[in-house]
């Protein structure tokens, strides 16, 4: 039957295209015959992805540019600091869109369809593909489609619009990303800033806020305004690039697989719920997925220790940051004061042991906030 194949991957963005380029590295994976399809063509720079990561990663040939210091600001904290041996990464979508599917294109194994899904069933071992014209089948389709809505289930909502400018002057220090900076107003909720500078006269400014209503565009404008104008003090700049984003805070138990089908990306929960941050998690569970298959093994694992953990951690930090119990400059700013910035970052990767969990929670201001939180999460 020509609508079989061994793998289905539906949806081709940061999951489902990672995955893809792990099964094309693998010599006993990389001949079996796998159907991508997404509704878009991804022929469209929709999104930069951030992320650190030690050494090279797989994607390495495509950063765009990379730090190897960030810096901290807020009312209270102010700290430029080196993170090696991590390194802080910018990947652009469309240019990981492309490598991916040119890499992707020396397989006469691999098809791609541009189609909508309409649903994905485990039948008898089997999983089933359904397009409006079309029904393929496969012993397990990798999935990154979100089919239900989880809007119900979150409150709090990561929002973002970043202009990437260029300036008249060469104003900017390349070697230095501005990863938090907090000295905007918090009045309306969390609010802060990201600088990525790629060269003397050319940045991605971001303005960020976790809260729980979008804000209208112009009002993201009027705020990336003020910044480079007040704060990096630039009056002549033009905006060669924009990119909005909403990213949903939820511990909302993502399924992780039923049967043959495997989630993955956001559908699988691999976006962390308190930062946003996914691209690396997304790493990590397809390289897992891969070296399961390689073993012959069923592709997914389920939650481990580690992962209830932080899931519960991040849990605690959404309910301090909803209710506003403590606003989340304070407790940046003392995390950033107290604790080495790698120890941070490992921290935020859900990869830290329990008595480093327990050294940086409670470095964090008033313990007291994290108690009321927690005693509404049992309640
Ligand atoms: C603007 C933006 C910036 C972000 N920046 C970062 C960042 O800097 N660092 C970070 O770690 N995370 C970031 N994230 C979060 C996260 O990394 C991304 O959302 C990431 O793309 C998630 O990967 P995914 O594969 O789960 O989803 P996606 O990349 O969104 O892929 C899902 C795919 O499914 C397709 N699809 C959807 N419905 C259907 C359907 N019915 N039929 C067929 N195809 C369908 C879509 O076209 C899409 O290609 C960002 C998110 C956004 C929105």
Redesign the pocket.
Known sequence: MNNEYDYII?????????LLMRLLQQPSLQYKKILV????A?TKN??????WEKGKGLFEDIVYHQWQQLSFQSQQYHSSFSILPYTYK?IK?IDFYKYVMEYAAAFPNVHFVT????SIHSVNNKALVF?ATTIYQSTFVFN????HSIEDTFKLKQH?K?WIIKTEKNVFDNTVATFMDFTVSQHNGTAFMYVLPFSANEALVEFTMFTDAVLEQNDYDAELYKYIQDKLGITDFSVSHT?????PMTTYNFKKHDGAIIN?????G???AS????????QKRTNEIVELLIQNKYPSSGRGWQQRKFAFYDTVLLSVLHHNKLIAAKIFSQLFKKNKPQKILQFLDNETDIVNDIRIISSLPSKLSFISALKEIFH
């Open positions: 539906t949806g081709a963005g940061c999951a489902g295209l990672s399809i997404d509704n878009s991804k929709d999104r930069t992805w951030c992320f910018l979508g189609n909508k899904v309409l397009t990154s489609i979100l089919f973002f970043g990119e909005f984003g909403i990213i993955i990306g956001t559908a699988g691999d976006t962390k930062s946003g941050y996914t691209f690396q998690f997304i």
